[in-house]
């Protein structure tokens, strides 16, 4: 039956992470009653579905105010850098 998907036959998957995002992914699912091997299912089913990723994709770009104040920036003689910390950089700011 086409687009039929057996649950009684099952593989096994390798899925490296960093250790953080396992964590905070593994107790985002417990909150909703799931395991992370159930919510690999569901995104592989909803990809399925949409025949893509099911979410946008899109790379953020700077609007006009943050442009024009990184150009502000880059002709500001009064910054400086790398900081050594906040503070400084703060400082530099209220410069």
């Known amino acids: 039956m086409k687009g039929s998907i057996l649950m009684a036959n099952k593989v096994n ?38 025949r893509g990723l099911p979410f946008e994709l899109k790379i953020d770009e700077p609007n006009e105010v943050t442009y024009k104040a990184m150009d502000e920036a880059e002709h500001d003689q009064d910054i400086y850098g790398p900081f050594n910390s906040v503070a400084e950089l703060m400082e530099a700011l209220d410069a």
């Open 13 to 50: 998957m390798t899925l490296r992470v960093e250790p953080e995002l396992k964590a905070q992914a593994t107790a985002l699912f417990k909150e909703l009653g799931m395991d992370l091997s159930t919510a690999t299912g569901i995104f592989y089913r909803q990809a399925l579905r949409h």
